[in-house]
């Protein structure tokens, strides 16, 4: 059973940083690959970000490449999301994904397995 619970959200100011953990609860941490995903108000679930198993590689989406890093401690089960600059569409609700052998180039929501309970994020002034 892959637990994945997600920390470090809350409420801020436009400019303001704030840094998303996700805890992975699941053997062999490292063979999965590992994303952000966030759900604004009224909207649909997006990609945000995307990492290998090994935390070499990254992807972004356009919105917030420049502004977001996503990056991983296999040694900690853990994936971070360090967000700078935010904004207030930057507001959502954010959730960790996993997938076992996935790839670095998934970015739709069928392409994880496992997702967490995900995490409030608001900007606003």
């Known amino acids: 059973q892959v637990q994945l619970v997600e920390s470090g959200g809350g409420l801020v100011q436009p400019g303001d940083s704030l840094r998303l953990s996700c805890l992975a609860s699941?053997?062999?941490?490292?063979?999965?690959?590992m994303a952000w995903f966030r759900q604004p108000p009224g909207m649909e679930r997006e990609f945000v970000a995307t990492i290998s198993k090994s935390g070499d590689s990254t992807t972004y989406a356009d919105s917030v490449k420049g502004r977001f890093t996503i990056s991983r401690d296999n040694a900690k089960n853990t994936v971070y999301l360090q967000m700078n600059n935010l904004k207030p569409e930057d507001t959502a609700v954010y959730y960790c994904?996993?997938?076992?052998?996935?790839?670095?180039?998934?970015?739709?929501?069928?392409?994880?397995?496992?997702w967490g309970q995900g995490t409030q994020v608001t900007v606003s002034s």
């Open positions: 994904a996993a997938k076992y052998a996935g790839s670095l180039w998934m970015r739709t929501n069928n392409d994880y397995q496992h």
């Open positions: 699941v053997r062999l941490f490292s063979n999965y690959a």
